[in-house]
């Protein structure tokens, strides 16, 4: 440790511990060696950081793991990230047998944990970036404790936008979804609908009306927010047909969604169907990192593909936070062995 004259106190160990400089302007160095140990802040300083412990969190800490950075992942408010939301998983390759999203997601954290990942609990609720690749980003956690880091990998995922009434939380899982994609094989040959009326809305109804029986649209106005092209598509799709002016109100069914209460110009009506799909937005949780993290216009981090590289140098994001298109868990993992290794690549480089 060393105390110098200014009375800044400094100390390095392994550069893994950093003792943080603490400013006693008033005291002398004398002073300043006897300042009580509270007063001294201890910062921690680690190659890589993680936010996040989705699929696409998991796997940049188990590449980092594997290529001795060990990294720090914090988990934040949702352990196992979106996954845990849902029952089956059918599309992760590798589950033959699908496998539930609970599974999967302990499955990862048990891989990265045994090849050396230093998984915590804790929500970041503020990043210092760095200003040159000299200097360290500071990540503090949990409004308290402050950890220094030469990488940091941001893979805080997205979340749906909900109707916000009361039926979607009773019916999540049991009908509702916000993912055709990943949800609609289980509505084979029944009759759904989709809530929405943009490109995703449009794009999630032609792939359901494949699937499935009928696909109602459920568009509040009397138009469609989608391309002209995409619009077309819908119109020319047999078992698409659009309700106009109409806005969910609440859902029924006993063990799952049986129905729609549907309002159409004032009147509510019942609205047989098996699975309400939700297309009404995502949105990016990369609230923490704006303005300086750049993202588009809808709050993606903005990447300089095909790379996981922002526009602040040793920042690196991946999974849904970055994906305005594909939001898939096994996107978003493959998106973080990207991550993981633009940061050895970058490290490597200083
Ligand atoms: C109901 C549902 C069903 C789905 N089904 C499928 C499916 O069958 N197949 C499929 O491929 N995909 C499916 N998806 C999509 C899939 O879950 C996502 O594409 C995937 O989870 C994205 O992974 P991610 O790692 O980017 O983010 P997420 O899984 O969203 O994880 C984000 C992580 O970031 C953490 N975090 C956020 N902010 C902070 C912070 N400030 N500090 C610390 N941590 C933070 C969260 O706690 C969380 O752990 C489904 C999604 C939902 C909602």
Redesign the pocket.
Known sequence: MVVSDNSFIFACVNHALVVELVDTPDLGSGAARRVSSSLIRRTMKVKILI????????TAAIYASRSGLSPVL??????????T??T?????PGYPDGIT?DELMDDLRRQAERLGTDIRA????KVEFARDSASCHRVTIDDSEVIETQTLII??????KYLGIADEKKY??LGV???A???GFFYRKKDVAVVGGGDTACEEAQYLASLCNKVYMIVRRDVLRASDAMQQKVRNTDNIEILWKSQVRGLYGEDGVEGAIVETDGQTSKLAISGLFLAIGHHP?SE?FRPELECDNEGYIIVKHPTTATNIPGVFA????A?PI????????G??CHAAMDAKRYLDSL
Not at 51 to 58: C, E, K, L, T, V
Not at 318 to 321: P, R, Y
Not at 326 to 333: G, H, P, V
């Open positions: 936010i996040g412990s989705g699929p696409a969190g998991y914090f988990e934040g408010s949702q352990p196992g990230g979106q996954l939301q849902t089956e998983i059918e599309n992760f999203g804790g929500v970041v609720t893979s805080t995922g997205a979340s749906a999540a899982g979804s916000a993912c994609t990943c949800d949780n923490l991946c999974g849904d936070v994906d594909y939001r898939q868990a096994i996107s978003a993992a998106s973080g």
